[in-house]
């Protein structure tokens, strides 16, 4: 026969267990009176927490009228009896019909808690919140009555709750005088505290006898939350609240009580962040209920009312309110939906929930932010207030809040609501032409706030104008696509802000967004780049990218298109491909690391790092990671985290309006040889250039030239010469060679161009002095290759091992610098990502050639000469030199005043030199081609009025020498030019075609 036909209580033997639960259908029930259309909810149970059962009889009585189901999942039912006759469930749902008069059923069940998923029934504690007992489908008075072991005290949804011992045990008592749909029921060997929170209420905790020193801060702070909220909403809805330490990880709040899990309660931040979350949740969530119907308001409200608003208490609001559009950033806006369709989800690795929790906490609470903003605290909070008198013991939804918002004089909301509910997307916001002008005396700011949404918003914007003097705050009101603004200010502005405190829901622009690891898990196209012999390592991980939908590609395989395509994972931080973007950055040998950029190919697009020392650390770590979203480098040990951090980002989205003039007092100028006299302890000097100005070369020879004089033992770095020249530069030095030789040997006018005046006397002071010259770069045939092919994958393999191996292309500002300097470039082949490229590649390899010749020659000092785009000390040739010898190297930066904006961040001294003048060059006047048949010079085209035209030359002629000097090559005549002076004769022989009497030889002279 059926257990269900006999009944535990025909049983002949009855354990002591089950003893003590027949004990408690002998005891007078203490049932409060009921409505007439409540559901009364008599539940007994008692508990074998050896065996991790739970058994009890749950006697339910229907008003007249009411009609349930009876949810018995995971449930053993032992007995069903319906008006006095036994039935049969027949399956996990039981249906009862609607009667004219009460009807009453009685369930016997039991249940076997297997997992840490159903609950917690053992020796250490009980836990039930799911599936423990027989579920209706409609809210009930509960009754409840438990046996629980004689060292346990108990807690549920309960306006009071008595005990009394009964034998081996203790038999604890609930009554609660609201409707609930839940029931949860808790107990554990607690050490119990109370306080008195006023009107005959009380706040107790129950914690664990090894914890239960944390009661007296709990409490505390618990009875402030609750007369907070009292001040600000209304009075606490019940006669008592519990805050109850959890053997399980939870952070759950109930009617009466929240139950926090044990290493949360540890935690010394959660008495100011959580525990007021979850006593929130008392008014907004339990007392007034939520119509799931409408959407789940409950939770964006308590995240703004308690988690945002004490970060603010802290001075933190703005970065907790940007850390909510993060947030959002990182999912899949069609799975986290729109605000209505949020019902709620605990936190979850899910991508769906995770998505879910985005819209529901984040930008919910954004949506109360802006509209606390719109009307102002006092109303506000008078709506909060009425929300909260009207709808308590009810639930509501968002129709319910928009009504009382109005009875408060909110006004008109309902277009708010509207668009903010319904839509899934945020504002995308920017800032275009922005022109400052002088109009009458004043200064005029014109710009236009603009929304780039395919259906905008009505937003208020907030801007900041910063000056030296301040700032200055505009509401920009946006009822279509942009709003042109005009204002009049006294001071000249430096910056124009959108929305700094992050006051608006909304999109954030790349560089108000910093690498964190949300951005990247929530990634929809994502590379992941595997090292050479890691995959093993891997594996796992591997396995559930792939199950992610991620690509992988192994590191010898990964193209500049793939790197560019998206976010990045780049497990394991030695690979080929990962070195070229992030140059080594040092990790520990232990444990885990996580570090997340920007990738550099690809602005919008995250880039991780990830280094494991072996499959154990691996499998901690992930474990954790997904609570770490909001950080940007992370490091455990064993699955515990040993570093966190953030890196920078900017507050709100920035313009620079103009750029601030800095000046240098006339009486702190010093002469030159006291910026000598600072530099001579310095192990690089770097003085830049622009390549065509003379005053730059007069004021890199002093430099070289005063640092010699006082013993410094000299090397010169050039970039001119590419590293092939070497040879020519030695040999040139050492007097070997004479000058015409060297311009031909080194491939002066091929590899460099730039007119050889400009250098010559730096290199002629190095012959003189035996100064060695160090050719620094790299050949230009192999950068344009890899800026127009848009990265280096076209190289062939020869010459990707001739590039450094370390390239650090995530330098702050690089790319935005470069892209200045690129759309003045953009007319030629190539792409942004090529250009950036090309031109790191420029800046490692002068680095890395500096740094080379610094380690094999421990004594000598340099002095490097190159481009100002090159040597700026926060992204060019120094920071990428101090990489490679140390953060102990001394160097020291110089450059020539040109007018230009100073700048500290990029050079240490400016020198204001008197404008010099090469003298101009003396010319022939005429175009040189190549003959391809005879493979000699040919004269394309002579200038008209020039020396070559009054001598007779004419297109079309050969030339064969010049100052009775052979030429065969460009740089032939080039290197003869040099000798020559205003004012002088120069022969010049050619061959000249003729139609009748053939070729003929011809000698002219040229006055030049």
């Known amino acids: 026969?059926?257990?269900?036909?006999?009944?535990?209580?025909?049983?002949?033997?009855?354990?002591?267990?089950?003893?003590?639960?027949?004990?408690?259908?002998?005891?007078?029930?203490?049932?409060?009176?009921?409505?007439?259309?409540?559901?009364?909810?008599?539940?007994?149970?008692?508990?074998?927490?050896?065996?991790?059962?739970?058994?009890?009889?749950?006697?339910?009585?229907?008003?007249?009228?009411?009609?349930?189901?009876?949810h018995l999942d995971g449930l053993r039912v032992t007995a069903v009896e319906l008006d006095g006759v036994e039935i049969k469930p027949g399956g996990p749902a039981l249906s009862i019909a609607a009667s004219t008069s009460d009807r009453r059923l009685i369930i016997h069940y039991e249940k076997e808690i297997k997992s840490m998923n159903d609950g917690l029934v053992g020796n250490s504690g009980i836990v039930l919140s799911d599936d423990w007992y027989p579920q209706l489908d409609l809210p009930a008075l509960f009754h409840l009555q438990a046996v629980i072991p004689a060292n346990f005290l108990a807690v549920s949804e309960a306006d009071s709750i008595s005990t009394e011992s009964v034998p081996n045990s203790r038999l604890v008592t609930f009554e609660f005088s609201r409707p609930l749909t839940y029931l949860h029921f808790i107990a554990g060997p607690y050490v119990e505290r109370k306080v008195s929170i006023g009107n005959g209420k009380s706040l107790y905790t129950y914690f664990f006898p090894e914890d239960a020193e944390l009661a007296a801060d709990y409490l505390r702070k618990g009875k402030a939350y609750i007369q907070r909220y009292e001040k600000l909403i209304g009075p606490y809805p019940y006669q008592r609240f519990s805050i109850v330490e959890n053997r399980l990880p939870t952070g759950y709040a109930m009617p009466t009580f929240t139950l926090l899990g044990q290493a949360v309660v540890r935690l010394p931040f959660i008495v100011d962040t959580s525990l007021g979350h979850e006593i929130l949740h008392s008014w907004f969530g339990n007392a007034v209920g939520v119509d799931y119907a409408q959407g789940n308001w409950c939770e964006g409200l308590t995240t703004c009312l308690a988690d945002q608003s004490f970060a603010a208490e802290r001075g933190q609001g703005a970065a907790f309110r940007k850390g909510q559009l993060i947030k959002f950033a990182a999912v899949n806006r069609e799975l986290g939906g729109a605000i209505e369709d949020f019902q709620g989800g605990e936190a979850s690795p899910n991508p769906r929930r995770i998505a879910?929790?985005?819209?529901?906490y984040g930008k919910a609470s954004m949506l109360f932010h802006m509209l606390r903003r719109k009307v102002g605290d006092q109303v506000f909070f008078a709506a909060l207030r009425d929300f909260y008198r009207r709808m308590d013991g009810k639930t509501a939804g968002w129709r319910d809040i928009e009504q009382s918002f109005k009875n408060a004089g909110g006004g008109e909301l309902k277009y708010f609501f509207e668009q903010w509910l319904t839509r899934k997307d945020a504002p995308n916001l920017k800032a275009e032409?922005?022109?400052?002008?002088?109009?009458?005396?004043?200064?005029?700011?014109?710009?236009?706030?603009?929304?780039?949404?395919?259906?905008p918003y009505r937003i208020e914007v907030p801007v900041v104008i910063i000056s030296d003097f301040g700032q200055r705050r505009e509401m920009v009101k946006l009822t279509g696509k942009s709003q042109k603004m005009e204002l009049t200010l006294r001071q000249y502005p430096l910056e124009l802000v959108i929305d700094p405190d992050y006051d608006l829901m909304r999109t954030l622009g790349v560089d108000e967004t910093p690498p964190v690891w949300a951005l990247l898990a929530g990634a929809d196209k994502l590379t992941v780049v595997v090292a050479a012999g890691k995959y093993d390592l891997y594996a796992p991980y591997i396995k559930e990218l792939e199950h992610r939908g991620a690509k992988i590609i192994a590191d010898n395989e990964v193209t500049d298109k793939e790197l560019a395509a998206g976010s990045l994972i780049f497990l394991?931080?030695?690979?080929?491909?990962?070195?070229?973007?992030?140059?080594?950055?040092?990790?520990?040998?232990?444990?885990?690391?996580?570090?997340?950029?920007?990738?550099?190919?690809?602005?919008?697009?995250?880039?991780?790092?990830?280094?494991?020392?072996n499959h154990e650390e691996l499998r901690a770590g992930l474990i954790k990671l997904r609570h770490y979203g909001k950080y940007s480098y992370l490091h455990f040990e064993a699955g515990h985290i040993k570093e966190k951090r953030i890196s920078r980002a900017e507050m709100g989205r920035r313009y620079i309006i103009s750029v601030e003039p800095r000046g240098?007092?006339?009486?702190?100028?010093?002469?030159?040889?006291?910026?000598?006299?600072?530099?001579?302890?310095?192990?690089?000097?770097?003085?830049?250039?622009?390549?065509?100005?003379?005053?730059?070369?007069?004021?890199?020879?002093?430099?070289?030239?005063?640092?010699?004089?006082?013993?410094?033992?000299?090397?010169?770095?050039?970039?001119?010469?590419?590293?092939?020249?070497?040879?020519?530069l030695d040999d040139f030095v050492a007097g070997k060679i004479n000058e015409a030789e060297f311009l031909h040997k080194?491939?002066?006018?091929?590899?460099?161009?730039?007119?050889?005046?400009?250098?010559?006397?730096?290199?002629?002071?190095?012959?003189?002095?035996?100064?060695?010259?160090?050719?620094?770069?790299?050949?230009?045939?192999?950068?344009?290759?890899?800026y127009k092919d848009g990265g280096i994958s076209g190289l062939v393999p020869e010459e990707k091992m001739a590039l450094p191996l370390n390239r650090d292309l995530d330098v702050p500002g690089y790319r935005e610098r470069l892209a200045d300097v690129f759309q003045m470039h953009s007319g030629g082949p190539g792409n942004m990502n090529g250009f950036m490229q090309a031109q790191a590649i420029w800046d490692e390899v002068m680095a890395r050639g500096v740094a080379e010749y610094l380690k094999a020659n421990p004594a000598k000092h340099m002095v490097v000469l190159a481009g100002r785009g090159h040597i700026l000390k926060d992204q060019g040739i120094p920071l990428r030199v101090r990489r490679r010898l140390g953060p102990g190297l001394k160097q020291a930066v110089i450059i020539n005043s040109e007018g230009r904006a100073l700048n500290p961040k990029e050079e240490d001294f400016v020198v204001f030199s008197p404008e010099v003048q090469l003298p101009p060059r003396v010319l022939m006047g005429i175009v040189m081609g190549w003959d391809e048949k005879t493979k000699e010079i040919k004269i394309e085209r002579v200038s008209r009025y020039s020396p070559a035209a009054r001598a007779g030359i004419k297109a079309g002629d050969i030339l064969l020498k010049m100052a009775d000097k052979p030429?065969?090559?460009?740089?032939?005549?080039?290197?003869?030019?040099?000798?020559?002076?205003?004012?002088d004769k120069l022969t010049v022989l050619v061959r000249r075609h003729q139609l009748i009497f053939g070729d003929e030889e011809l000698s002219f002279t040229l006055h030049l």
């Open 1 to 70: 026969m059926p257990p269900w036909k006999t009944g535990w209580r025909q049983k002949a033997a009855l354990s002591l267990f089950e003893l003590l639960l027949l004990m408690i259908l002998c005891l007078p029930a203490n049932a409060a009176p009921t409505t007439e259309t409540a559901v009364d909810y008599q539940l007994l149970t008692a508990f074998d927490t050896a065996a991790h059962l739970v058994k009890g009889t749950a006697e339910i009585t229907l008003p007249p009228g009411a009609a349930t189901v009876v």
């Open 356 to 360: 879910r929790r985005a819209v529901g």
């Open 433 to 455: 032409d922005i022109s400052l002008n002088e109009v009458d005396g004043r200064l005029r700011l014109k710009f236009t706030i603009a929304q780039t949404n395919k259906v």
């Open 572 to 613: 394991g931080p030695s690979g080929v491909a990962a070195r070229g973007l992030f140059a080594n950055p040092s990790y520990p040998e232990t444990g885990m690391t996580v570090d997340v950029h920007h990738n550099p190919l690809n602005p919008k697009a995250m880039a991780a790092l990830i280094k494991v020392a």
């Open 664 to 728: 240098v007092a006339l009486p702190a100028t010093v002469r030159f040889n006291r910026i000598v006299s600072r530099i001579v302890n310095k192990r690089v000097i770097y003085v830049g250039e622009m390549h065509t100005r003379y005053a730059d070369h007069k004021l890199q020879l002093r430099v070289v030239r005063d640092l010699w004089n006082r013993g410094i033992n000299l090397a010169i770095g050039m970039e001119m010469f590419p590293r092939s020249s070497q040879g020519a």
């Open 746 to 786: 080194s491939k002066y006018f091929k590899v460099w161009s730039f007119d050889y005046r400009l250098y010559r006397e730096i290199l002629n002071f190095a012959r003189a002095h035996l100064v060695p010259v160090i050719a620094l770069n790299i050949g230009k045939d192999k950068v344009s290759k890899v």
């Open 967 to 983: 030429v065969r090559t460009t740089a032939d005549v080039k290197i003869i030019m040099l000798g020559e002076k205003r004012g």
